[in-house]
């Protein structure tokens, strides 16, 4: 950089912003270039000039090449800070993460009003009320709330959805709807909201912090009902909705709401493909998913390693681990999280080898592995049986890596012995675990006592999971289970009366399919569905086709004491079958078929889906509570382990 042709004043009757006047400030493109700069003003006294300090002090404050520590030392030796510079290192300290450098703000503030010389304006409470949001600060906000009536600025929508917002944060729901109230109801009627655009930017602004309080609350209906009421929404407005849906598990309305903003005239963005993605996946909706890419690519939405990685686990969960692949590989910076996006990918595929494979990629590459990362790879071991190569990542995780195994490895190592019949082993490491064992472990174990036919260790383990969990179903279900798959019917009855007495429940079963970008749910013996008789129709056809070939159902899996042709009836009407048969009526000869279940396949359903692939000649890719079940030509991707 030149710094002999620096800062020559011009005259003109305009007022320009102040950073045209410092061209050289804005011309540089790293801090060094910038404290080149800086270097030069305090050589020549041009410091002194509160324009060039403030631009000097705005650049390495907030600018993308922000330096905050730099910045208050350029702040500290500004003889007179000017409004700017206050609001400048001010707002530099609130929008930090860390809630010491919010404190921070606070003190600069506190200075400011203290000093005297300087008033504050308008631009300077927002970022103290969102400093006092963030730090959870209730009293000190009500304090800035006095400065803010004092200085008649009690109906800036800036200010006022800042101070709501620290209500909010501070789950002060009352309050904050009182004071929203208040503001919507006296501003909305005067005549300047639409003839004012930052203060309808601002009122926007104090919709959306009201909606992501009752969000927060998890009060959907209070914020779903403000929504509606919206008179002029952003894409914040819709972001929030979206992804507080999902998070909250409310995976279906978190979709409907994304699908009524593609009808809207708010266009998505990054955030809003971020938010929307883990609900699609959750729901299996392949095709909403492609859109969502598609959409990203023409829109020139960059798929960075964040959305990058949300895509990859989409086409993963959806079934479609091809297109997860090629995701990853046209990523051009891979972080821990895009990896273990891909390893997570591979294991509940089943493809164990291309995990390990991926993993050994991914320390080629000088990426340190998250534990995250490992339980894919325990996770992939457990489904393919690799129980010398499970114990190997383990070791590695704690010799070499140096983690800290977390109670979600713990289960994986535990899962991984007992689906190879390692039962005691199984339990001795729960035993032996330096973190107290949670109901997901022994629910693991008791599912392996299962598929064993350990009844003596079933009873054990069911003991310990209804102490542990008295009010789950999962242990009553499992050792339920064991009895029936034993001949135990007494048994069975007595665990049944004793969750009818508790009044405990198990999941239903439910199944779900998407097809023309909609999504069909199933429950068990389901005849809800405006198409029950053609779906019923083909149940039969379907049960004679497997009938002709020899095929005869597996009534262990129906856990009721009953006559076999009753149990037969029973799994004829599985929730996945249903679905099958409404995929099977409703697309074209060929076309894969893709299932998505609440709970674990049973083996009738996983050994007559191998048959129907054959029989119809078609594809069907099934994801359960554990994995993915690519069946095809009379056999599955699982090799019959699972």
């Not at 999962?474 to 289970?481: E, K, Q, R």
Request: overall charge neutral; hydrophobic content about 40%.
């Amino acid at each position: 950089m030149n710094l002999a042709t620096i800062y020559k004043p011009t005259t003109t009757n305009s007022s320009p912003h102040p950073s045209s006047q410092f061209p050289e400030i804005t011309k540089c493109k790293s801090m060094r270039e910038l404290t080149q700069v800086h270097a030069h003003f305090i050589k020549t006294g041009q410091i002194r000039d509160p324009l060039a300090a403030a631009e000097i002090l705005r650049f390495c404050a907030i600018s993308d090449l922000r330096d905050l520590e730099y910045a208050h030392k350029v702040f500290t030796q500004i003889r007179e800070p000017n409004c700017f510079s206050y609001n400048t290192i001010i707002r530099a300290f609130s929008e930090c993460k860390d809630d010491d450098d919010s404190l921070h703000a606070l003190l600069v503030f506190y200075q400011m009003v203290c000093d005297g010389f300087v008033l504050p304006n308008k631009f300077t409470f927002p970022s103290v009320l969102k400093a006092c949001a963030k730090t959870a600060r209730l009293r000190e906000g009500k304090q800035v709330y006095g400065l803010i009536v004092k200085f008649g600025l009690v109906y800036d929508e800036f200010v006022v959805s800042n101070l709501v917002r620290i209500y909010v944060m501070c789950g002060d729901m009352d309050n904050a709807h009182r004071l929203f109230y208040k503001n919507v109801v006296e501003f909305g009627n005067n005549g300047l909201l639409f003839r004012d655009k930052r203060r309808q930017e601002g009122y926007v602004i104090l919709w959306n912090v009201m909606i992501d309080g009752y969000v927060r609350l998890g009060n959907f209906r209070a914020s779903r009902a403000l929504f509606d009421e919206m008179p002029q929404r952003s894409v914040v407005s819709w972001n929030v909705m979206i992804s507080g849906y999902a998070q909250n598990g409310q995976f279906r309305e978190a979709i409907e709401m994304f699908r009524e903003m593609q009808n809207g005239d708010i266009c998505p963005n990054y955030v809003t493909l971020v938010s929307v993605l883990p609900a699609i996946s959750r729901l299996g909706a392949l095709e909403l998913g492609k859109w969502v890419h598609l959409y990203a690519e023409k829109n020139a939405i960059e798929i960075n390693d964040i959305l990058g990685s949300a895509l990859i686990d989409m086409y993963s969960k959806c079934g479609s681990i091809e297109n997860a692949i090629q995701v990853f590989e046209r990523i051009p910076q891979r972080n821990a999280i895009a990896w273990s996006a891909m390893i997570g990918g591979f294991a509940m595929h089943g493809r164990a080898q291309d995990a390990l494979d991926c993993f050994s990629r991914m320390e080629q590459a000088g990426v340190k592995p998250s534990d995250v990362v490992y339980i894919g790879l325990l996770s992939a071991c457990s489904h393919a049986g690799l129980v010398e190569e499970g114990r190997l990542m383990f070791n590695h995780m704690v010799n070499v890596t140096g983690l800290e195994p977390r109670i979600e490895h713990y289960g994986c190592m535990v899962d991984l012995l007992g689906r190879a019949g390692l039962l005691e082993e199984a339990e001795e490491l729960i035993l032996n675990m330096p973190i107290e064992p949670d109901d997901v472990i022994w629910k693991a174990l008791l599912g392996a006592c299962k598929t064993h036919g350990n009844i003596e260790m079933g009873e054990r383990v069911a003991k310990v999971l209804m102490k542990l969990a008295p009010n789950d179903s999962g242990a009553y279900v499992g050792i339920s289970n064991i009895y029936a798959s034993s001949g135990n019917w007494e048994g069975v009855a007595e665990v049944r009366l004793k969750m009818k007495q508790m009044d405990i429940r198990k999941d239903p079963g439910c199944s779900w399919i998407e097809l023309n970008g909609m999504i069909h749910e199933f429950l068990v013996e389901d005849d809800s569905h405006p198409k029950a008789k053609e779906i019923h129709l083909m149940l039969e056809e379907i049960s004679s086709h497997l009938s002709l070939s020899g095929y005869r159902p597996k009534t262990t899996q129906v856990l009721l004491n009953m006559e076999e042709e009753e149990k037969e009836s029973a799994l004829h009407y599985h929730s996945e079958k249903i679905a099958i048969a409404f995929g099977l009526i409703s697309t074209n000869p060929g076309t894969t078929l893709r299932i998505v279940k609440n709970l674990r396949i049973c083996e009738d359903c996983h050994s007559s889906m191998k048959l129907i692939s054959k029989i119809y000649k078609r594809k069907i890719i099934v994801r359960d509570r554990k994995r993915f079940h690519h069946f095809e030509n009379g056999s599955c991707s699982c090799m019959d382990y699972w």
